[in-house]
């Protein structure tokens, strides 16, 4: 995998404020990524998960109408446990009882606000690094599985 190959990825963030999410697409376009899209509105995630097909969703908790935490809830009933589709979670509350619920639904990192640029784009390059490893991991699952082995040689 290289550096092209993660640039390529796509990346879904979910901010109802429109200051973080251009933000993020200046960061996410100054490092290279050309498929970035976003929304402000909570209610139309589940609609761009399924048409964008993301590898990386930027998730922000604390949202009117639909927060974060019933978003991730929905993304639980889509994503299968086979999948790996990473959710990181933007959050001003770093509580321990936050952190444990968010990833209780599905959340692999966390970035608290008002976060650092270098961190922010370290946790996406890790997360989709992550993404495309397990990726190709699964591609080759079926050549890397071993016979089944007769625990009775007689037969």
Not at 39 to 57: R, S
């Amino acid at each position: 995998m290289n550096l092209e190959q993660l640039r390529a990825s796509k990346i879904l963030i979910v901010d109802d404020a429109e200051a973080n999410l251009r933000l993020l697409e200046t960061l996410l376009t100054q490092e290279g990524f050309e498929q970035v899209i976003s929304t402000t509105d909570p209610t139309k995630t589940m609609d761009l998960v399924h048409a964008f097909q993301p590898d990386l969703i930027m998730l922000d908790l604390m949202m009117p109408v639909l927060d974060g935490f019933a978003i991730l809830d929905q993304l639980s009933y889509l994503i299968s446990p086979q999948d790996y589709l990473p959710v990181l979670v933007l959050t001003a509350d770093a509580t321990i009882t936050t952190k444990r619920k968010a990833l209780a639904l599905g959340a692999k990192d966390f970035l608290t606000k008002p976060f650092d640029a270098m961190e922010a784009m370290l946790r996406v390059w890790n997360l989709l690094e992550t993404r495309w490893l397990f990726l190709q991991l699964k591609q080759h699952m079926p050549q890397l599985e071993l016979p089944t082995l007769n625990p009775n040689p007689s037969n």
